[in-house]
DNA sequence: GTGAAAGCGCTAACAA
DNA sequence: TTGTTAGCGCTTTCAC
């Protein structure tokens, strides 16, 4: 049978709840008692039984992650792993559950699930996190979730985000500095927050430096490779071609690429090409992309943080309720002066 | 407070017994008072507490999904999406654990993580299912446990694969088809499983089509995208070369098509390249990569099945304890005739 | 067929 | 500063 508090009581010579006591952190153990403690559970690799530990408190030690099926990518991914670091580093566990928003009545089986788990928090992300039907339910429930690129509203929850207004602006000035005036920019899918965000970013940083935006060098995009392609071919046929075309994500720019290369344009002496988020794609694509590194791992341990914290101190709202993460400019070989 | 299964139990007019059995399916409980505990569950709303649950009886419906850290992959997300999708379909969760193999003790720790869960079964991948202690570790604790890409002994635990080697016979037959003699191929990270089963198909076929393999035209690589680029400059410097090249997985292809461009060699047309995985990189590289796919989430989904049924009949080394998947050609645009 | 009693491993409340 | 006594909500005996 597995080790249990008794065991290492015993070994430590002091009572189960001593353990206890050390094991959560609380006041009044003396330092060697708590030494003795500490070293039987070392010695023994004791881990409290989580089951028992849930059933007897309040705290589950247990965190959700919901993601969203289809839109699973790279950026989940690092989310995860984020938040899996930081579980770890913090005593908790990660559960990972799959939601289907097309399917109906899928917010009562979250909520569901949440209950039976007695999950001790959860973290919401985009598209699952603008769901307003859902976040009613979650809280009147009372249920503490903090979301990841909240969007509109980020006061109304607990919530991690970067600045993509400063970020893509920084992207812009970037090529200017490079010596580019005729950028062109394409956006993502209209509906999801950040896509007005980069947009405008890369408006003010154009005007800041005195650059007009042509009408025909902004393209609408979906934030795929292929919709970063066909934006690409159409910026490229152009007859004064921009010399720099600014993706508002990395699979786009991607995209932008591959049409270059079809029309045997190369990066980055003939074309600057530059992308958003530092995804798998900026990485292994040739040449390798400019982007803009959101410190994704960090802000899923800070959403974790928020969620394990919220139970000490219960006060919402406070500074750290809506926090602003910083990005990272990472040039690459995809971008150089201009011809 | 949430109900319990006390509630329930007054509701119907019964003991909190017959409820449990109710909710667990088991038998001597009469049609009518069966029905009185359904209405009364139903009527409030009631979820049986996991952690009371796990903490009283053996089973805890937590699956562990354990993951190395470094090498966190699109391989990995799809197995865990195909474990997902499983777990829900039968009323398991899944909880998903890092685990870091350069810390030494990590065994040790996994193990505690695993019986402070409770967990009924546990997932290994590549690496970690190949880690002697670990496994040796499992068994006397009695864990089960299922690999995927076992590796050499697919006999020691239940295990889900596919058949390397057919698969890249086939694919080899593939290039052969379109009509190449000359074939490269560039093989994987030594110690990985699947790198020696991948090259014997790929010589099987050869020698199957009377065809020769030069010496030169194996190349060693590394499963990354730099990797397969190092070799792909390497070999397409050959005074003699290949019309076509067989990477061993989909990020070495993509870096074979990086050299390829480099050199202004045209894919396909000049150049046909080949991949493995169906990974991310294969449907975003321009061209589209051809490749074998692997059903990564069937396999996930049938390691949960064996993991849960192996606790209604426990049969080891049955019929289905060692699954091999079929996997499937996928022909894109990057293999073509030779020119 | 059904129910009463006794834990599972931990922590909350209360003593000492 | 430490230990004791009750449970948490469920399932497992083992009666009836």
């Given at each position: 049978?597995?080790?249990?508090?008794?065991?290492?009581?015993?070994?430590?010579?002091?009572?189960?709840?001593?353990?206890?006591?050390?094991?959560?952190?609380?006041?009044?153990?003396?330092?060697?008692?708590?030494?003795?403690?500490?070293?039987?559970?070392?010695?023994?690799?004791?881990?409290?039984?989580?089951?028992?530990?849930?059933?007897?408190?309040?705290?589950?030690?247990?965190?959700?992650?919901?993601?969203?099926?289809?839109?699973?990518?790279?950026?989940?991914?690092?989310?995860q792993r984020g938040a899996l670091h930081r579980c770890r580093a913090r005593h908790y566990h990660l559960l990972v559950e799959l939601v289907d928003m097309e399917k109906p009545g899928f917010e009562a089986e979250m909520l569901a699930s949440i209950s039976a788990l007695r999950l001790d928090g959860v973290i919401l992300t985009p598209?699952?996190?603008?769901?307003?039907?859902?976040?009613?339910?979650?809280?009147t429930a009372g249920l503490?979730?903090?979301?990841?690129?909240?969007?509109?509203?980020?006061?109304?929850?607990?919530?991690?985000?970067?600045?993509?207004?400063?970020?893509?602006?920084?992207?812009?000035?970037?090529?200017i500095a490079l010596g580019h005036r005729d950028i062109a920019f394409i956006e993502g899918i209209p509906d999801h927050a950040a896509t007005p965000k980069r947009r405008a970013g890369f408006e003010q940083a154009m005007q800041a430096a005195g650059l007009g935006v042509r009408d025909d060098c902004i393209a609408a995009g979906d934030f795929t490779v292929n919709g970063g392609r066909l934006a690409g071919e159409r910026l490229l046929a152009l007859d004064t071609r921009a010399t720099a075309i600014f993706a508002s994500n990395d699979d786009m720019a991607l995209g932008v690429m591959a049409a270059a290369a079809r029309r045997?344009?190369?990066?980055?002496?003939?074309?600057?090409?530059?992308?958003?988020?530092?995804?798998?794609?900026a990485q292994i694509a040739w040449p390798t992309i400019t982007t803009i590194r959101q410190p994704i791992m960090d802000m899923a341990g800070a959403a974790v943080d928020m969620l394990i914290d919220r139970q000490y101190r219960d006060e919402?709202?406070?500074?750290?309720?809506?926090?602003?993460?910083p990005y990272e400019l990472v040039v690459r070989d995809s971008t150089a002066p201009p011809a």
């Open positions: 049978m597995a080790v249990t508090i008794k065991d290492v009581a015993a070994r430590a010579g002091v009572s189960a709840k001593t353990v206890s006591r050390v094991l959560n952190g609380e006041a009044y153990v003396r330092e060697p008692v708590r030494e003795a403690v500490l070293g039987a559970i070392e010695a023994l690799s004791y881990r409290p039984n989580v089951f028992a530990r849930g059933l007897s408190s309040a705290r589950s030690y247990l965190i959700g992650l919901f993601l969203d099926d289809p839109t699973w990518s790279g950026y989940a991914a690092g989310l598209p699952v996190c603008t769901h307003e039907g859902l976040l009613a339910r979650l809280e503490p979730y903090v979301r990841v690129s909240p969007g509109q509203t980020p006061q109304r929850s607990g919530s991690v985000d970067i600045d993509d207004v400063a970020a893509a602006a920084e992207m812009t000035a970037h090529l045997g344009i190369v990066v980055p002496h003939q074309l600057s090409v530059a992308g958003f988020d530092d995804s798998y794609s919402p709202h406070g500074p750290q309720w809506n926090r602003v993460l």
